[in-house]
């Protein structure tokens, strides 16, 4: 079975940052692409990130373009994300996804993706 347990979250002050990880296992890690995908409460989830199995290309949402870096160690199936310059509309809970392949097609789009629900990580963003 397909296990993506992200950590990292915190509670955080506006302008800081935090770095998100993810241990993968259950698949291939270095044949997909992966994502990360967060959710608000009251919200539906939303697409953040994404990068191709390789970490050659990655993709961004306008709204964390230039804050967040998404990386990759395939020795380690692990996935991350670092976050800068967190804004209070950052705060959700944060999930990594498996794509269903190897390139960036298909990694944005929400329904496409294989998410744990339930191993995800909290990011507060709060003075």
């Known amino acids: 079975d397909v296990q993506l347990q992200a950590s990292g979250g915190g509670l955080v002050q506006p302008g800081g940052s935090l770095r998100l990880s993810c241990a993968a296992s259950?698949?291939?890690?270095?044949?997909?692409?992966m994502s990360w995908v967060r959710q608000a409460p009251g919200k539906e989830p939303e697409w953040v990130s994404a990068?191709?199995?390789?970490?050659?290309?990655?993709s961004y949402r306008a709204a964390v373009e230039g804050r967040f870096t998404i990386s990759r160690d395939n020795a380690k199936n692990t996935l991350y994300l670092q976050m800068n310059s967190l804004k209070a509309d950052d705060s959700a809970m944060y999930y990594c996804?498996?794509?269903?392949?190897?390139?960036?097609?298909?990694?944005?789009?929400?329904?496409?993706?294989?998410?744990?629900w339930g191993q995800g990580t909290q990011v507060t963003v709060s003075s």
């Open positions: 990068i191709n199995s390789g970490g050659s290309d990655t």
């Open positions: 259950g698949f291939t890690f270095s044949k997909f692409a």
């Open positions: 996804a498996k794509a269903p392949g190897g390139g960036l097609a298909g990694s944005t789009l929400i329904n496409l993706l294989e998410i744990s």
